[in-house]
């Protein structure tokens, strides 16, 4: 039963180097986004995705690249990292196309970048 | 541009008592969905309740209830019969029901602790 899983759940990276946070769902829901938890700021969408070949902007795209492939996973992809995209990431899916649905959130990735 | 704020930043209530979270919302539009979701020192985001704006009855999820005012844009969360494991950060969140898309905007959220 796993859900939505995220990996790693901890990171450190140095300024400029580049990572991707791994996001897989096995509930084959078709929309899946990413967000960015701040401290005094919620959460803010990053970029997402309707469905497999389709992916969006979000409120705080910059310094993100996402794609995807398939309908399990939706990978973000940090190019030059900075200390500005320290934060807490999240990975959440709902079941379907449209507005109102639950979304299913995963157990998070604590990035720091020194 | 929608905007949700949560102007509690703290709460504390006492075991088996009840406590109110607020959420104010701002939108022009008719068609929305809110959200309540619950984050406790797991991380895990967890819904707590859903509500569609286009219904007046208030959602109720076993000891969670919201008080949903449409008109004043309000969306507060009572959390009866409070238990120790209710603590945690809450999080209200607002859907744009006409963008269909089910893209979340979230309020900074309320810190609930729950005593013995």
């Known amino acids: 039963n796993a859900g939505v899983t995220q990996t790693p759940k901890f990171q450190v990276l140095k300024t400029g180097q580049s990572m991707t946070l791994q996001c897989a769902q096995d509930m084959n829901h078709e929309y899946m986004s990413w967000y960015r938890q701040d401290p005094g700021m919620g959460l803010r969408l990053i970029h997402y995705?309707?469905?497999?070949?389709?992916?969006d902007q979000g409120e705080v795209p910059n310094g993100y690249n996402v794609s995807r492939s398939t309908t399990e996973d939706f990978p973000l992809r940090l190019l030059s990292a900075a200390p500005s995209q320290t934060s807490v990431y999240f990975c959440?899916?709902?079941?379907?196309?449209?507005?109102?649905?639950?979304?299913?959130f995963g157990a998070g990735t604590r990035l720091s970048v020194l | 541009a929608q905007t949700v704020t949560q102007s509690q930043p703290e709460m504390s209530v006492q075991e088996a008592e009840t406590v109110t979270l607020s959420c104010t919302y701002d939108t022009s539009e008719n068609n929305y969905y809110l959200f309540w979701y619950k984050q406790p020192p797991s991380r895990q985001m967890i819904l707590v309740i859903r509500?569609?704006?286009?219904?007046?009855q208030n959602a109720t999820e076993n000891r969670f209830s919201v008080n949903f005012q449409k008109a004043a844009k309000s969306f507060s969360l009572k959390i009866s019969d409070s238990q120790l494991g209710d603590t945690a950060m809450y999080f209200c969140?607002?859907?744009?029901?006409?963008?269909?898309?089910?893209?979340?905007?979230f309020g900074t959220g309320t810190r609930l602790q729950v005593f013995p």
């Open positions: 969140a607002f859907n744009r029901g006409n963008d269909n898309t089910d893209k979340l905007i």
């Open positions: 959440a899916s709902s079941p379907r196309r449209g507005a109102g649905n639950i979304q299913y």
């Open positions: 995705s309707v469905g497999a070949g389709i992916t």
């Open positions: 509500q569609e704006a286009y219904k007046q």
